[in-house]
Structure formats: structure tokens, C-alpha cells
């Protein structure tokens, strides 16, 4: 059965301080892995897209990398703007054209 | 670009009463749209997988008859909760397809009185 499982389920940093967040999955053929942010009371803003092991994507303070079991996404000196729940997901071929399996996100607070 | 529209992003409605939600892509069109739930402090639960021109696919344990979804066309699904009830309160949420990227819309928050 496919599955993504994400971890810690709640991060607290200082500002500045740099962390990974992880997803871990299994899926029978991997078609994408995709990372959201969704801030309180908020549709899910998409972040990136990773295809292949080896793949590594950039936006500002955020880098996210995939292997063929996980994905970690790196935030590298942390602003308390960066505060926020991460999602992860994927999505695999077989099933529905752009169907989405989430994980249980992690809960990603900032401190000044 | 790839930005999805909600409305409306609040509504109050009394018991037994019928809601109506409307999920647009604004700059593209999207064959597939998905209707997801969300409760407090959990992740997206998908509720249902809206094709354009066909019949809703429903997740198991979602009653087709009481969440209608329409996808009439390329740009705009909708997603009704008949004889809503205060379990049904919830924040629903509209995500459409472009290429393999789902783009999500800001979310609706029902409450059922």
C-alpha cells in the first residue's frame, strides 16, 4: 500500500537555526513528490516538484531533495516568517491522473 | 499563474439546509479537480476526484449522495453538502490539476448551526 509518512510531527527552531524535515514513503512507481506549505486557515501553497532520486530543487531559504525512499526538506536559517505546516506528498503512476497521497505534515514554528 | 479560487470562503448555514461551494482555476484549465477535508490540526483527507464532463470518483466512506460534485466545465467544479448537519462543519478545500502539480484554492470554512 502506498504510504507517506513525515517527521517530527512538530518542530520548534530559534531564528537562524537550520533543520531538515523528512517524508518518508513507499509507492509502487513514484510519478512525483511534491511539498506544500499551509499556513492556519489556508489552502495548501505548492512549494516543489521532485522526479527522480538525486533531484534537488531551491526557493529562498528551503531546498528540498529526494532518494528513493525519502525526501528531506532543508530550511537553512529560519525566519519566524517561515513558520507554517509541511506537507508532503506523491503521487504514483496507476492511480488517477494527478491523485495525491498526503502525509500528516509537520507542524513548523519559528522563534524570534 | 496556476491560481485556484474558492467561494465562498466563509459560510453559517442552518441544519438540514443545502450548501453550495465553487472551485475555479483562473489562468488554466484542469480536467481533474479534487475536493479534499480538513479538521483541525490533521492532514487533507480527500474527499472526492472531479473530471470534467463525467461522474465524480468518490474515497471510500464518502457519501456521493450527500456531497454532489459538478464539474461542468474546464474551469469550475462545485461541491454541494445536501441537508447539511453539524458534523459537517469543516473546512473543505479545492485543489485542481496542471500537469502533475495540484494547485490549491483558500479553503472554505462550513459551520452547520
Known amino acids: 500500500e502506498d504510504q507517506v509518512t513525515q517527521s517530527p510531527e512538530a518542530l520548534r527552531l530559534q531564528e537562524g537555526e537550520s533543520s531538515s524535515l523528512n517524508c518518508s514513503y513507499t509507492?509502487?512507481?513514484?510519478?512525483?513528490l511534491f511539498w506544500y506549505r499551509q499556513d492556519p486557515g489556508k489552502g495548501p501553497e505548492f512549494l516543489f516538484t521532485?522526479?527522480?532520486a538525486g533531484e534537488e530543487k531551491e526557493k529562498e531559504r528551503l531546498k528540498a531533495t529526494l532518494t528513493k525512499k525519502e525526501s528531506f526538506l532543508h530550511i537553512t536559517a529560519p525566519k519566524p516568517e517561515d513558520s507554517a505546516t509541511y506537507l508532503c506528498a506523491v503521487g504514483n503512476y496507476g492511480g488517477a491522473t494527478n491523485k495525491l497521497i498526503f502525509g500528516t505534515g509537520t507542524l513548523l514554528a519559528v522563534q524570534p | 499563474g496556476a491560481v485556484v479560487s474558492q467561494h465562498p470562503s466563509w459560510v453559517i448555514c442552518k441544519s438540514g439546509t443545502s450548501v453550495k461551494i465553487e472551485c475555479r482555476s483562473l489562468?488554466?484549465?484542469?480536467?481533474?479537480m479534487f475536493w479534499y477535508r480538513q479538521f483541525p490540526k490533521q492532514s487533507l483527507m480527500l474527499m472526492a476526484t472531479s473530471n470534467e464532463g463525467s461522474k465524480a470518483t468518490y474515497e471510500q466512506g464518502v457519501e456521493k449522495d450527500k456531497f454532489l460534485i459538478n464539474h461542468a466545465s474546464l474551469t469550475l467544479s462545485t461541491l454541494t453538502v445536501t441537508s447539511a448537519h453539524p458534523e459537517d462543519s469543516s473546512f473543505y478545500i479545492c485543489?485542481?490539476?496542471?500537469?502533475?502539480?495540484?494547485?490549491f484554492g483558500p479553503g472554505t470554512r462550513l459551520l452547520v448551526l
Open positions: 485543489s485542481a490539476g496542471w500537469g502533475e502539480t495540484q494547485y
Open positions: 521532485l522526479y527522480s
Open positions: 509507492v509502487s512507481g513514484l510519478r512525483g
Open positions: 489562468d488554466f484549465q484542469a480536467t481533474t
